[in-house]
């Protein structure tokens, strides 16, 4: 977000730590929760309960030349921080699966994961709401990066589906405490993967259900027990499945895997004006 020379905010392009073709984002949602300050305190929400959601699902998308959004929001001056949740691709009833709101005072995200949609935040006692410089406010992926490669392959042999099976599908992330939370009742679900293909998938420790399926061209099916992986909040995982021939003179799925963290940063920008309404 940047200053454009009163007290707007404006928006422009961010930065990534990944090469993926998600390099350019086309659209997005974004919500801003407004924290109390005071003094030498450290910000919190509201205790009453009367948080203010400055910013509730915002459309913001790129004109060609810059990103863009209306109307336009105010600073909210140095009585408040700000924490701001977003989401890609932007959906106008708000994400299917996602619902933000206020628990106890404190923003509340409540998500069934569909892997094809990137959460993020920035940590609450990050932006103040008088900043008078350029500062730099990273946006933390909130999700785990999970992608699918074909590897060594005999020959002849590619790979023809791919599948996870068991895979826990909820959760709530706490804005405040910027984690995961079980939900009560927790869920699993199967997805296909395209390889390649990037998914967003809830951070979890694998089940002892869970199973990685694969099919080849050459009819072969493979069940592979993926219960020791871990997807960890914020990072990404690249796996590569390769077929090997065994001593035995059978195939199997042998499963690489690289992990790297995820994160995005964008400049910002605010002038030296104080409160505004």
């Known amino acids: 977000f940047s200053h454009t020379g009163s007290d707007e905010w404006s928006i422009v392009g961010n930065t990534r730590s990944d090469d993926t073709q998600l390099t350019v984002r086309l659209d997005f949602g974004v919500y801003a929760f407004l924290l ?51 989401y890609h691709p932007y959906s106008i009833n708000e994400k ?31 932006f103040k709401g008088d900043y008078h410089e350029t500062v730099i406010l990273p946006f933390k992926h909130i999700l785990s990066y999970v992608q699918i490669k074909q590897g060594d392959m005999p020959d002849g042999v590619s790979i023809t589906s791919v599948s996870l099976s068991g895979i826990e599908n909820k959760g709530e992330f706490s804005l405040a405490e910027m984690k995961w939370n079980s939900p009560a ?37 493979y069940a592979n027990d993926i219960s020791a992986w871990k997807w960890e909040q914020g990072k ?7 077929i090997e021939v065994t001593p035995a003179n059978r195939y199997e799925v042998v499963i690489g895997m690289e992990e790297d963290i995820y994160s995005d940063e964008g400049n910002v920008t605010v002038d030296d004006r104080a409160d505004n309404a």
């Open 36 to 86: 109390d300050k005071t003094g030498d305190t450290a910000p919190e929400y509201s205790p009453d309960g009367s948080t203010v959601i400055h910013m509730d699902n915002v459309p913001v998308s790129h004109n060609g030349t810059k990103y863009d959004y209306s109307p336009t929001r105010y600073w909210p001056g140095n009585s408040h921080w700000v924490q701001f949740f977003a």
């Open 96 to 126: 299917t699966g996602c619902s933000v709101g206020i628990n106890g005072g404190k923003p509340l995200i409540a998500y069934t994961n569909d892997a094809s949609t990137d959460l993020m935040a920035s940590a609450p006692d990050m």
């Open 185 to 221: 009742t927790p869920s699993v679900s199967d997805y296909s993967i395209t390889l390649d293909e990037p998914y967003y998938m809830m951070p979890q420790q694998l089940g002892s259900e869970t199973i990685l399926n694969v099919q080849t061209s050459d009819g072969a099916n």
């Open 236 to 242: 990404k995982y690249i796996y590569t499945l390769n």
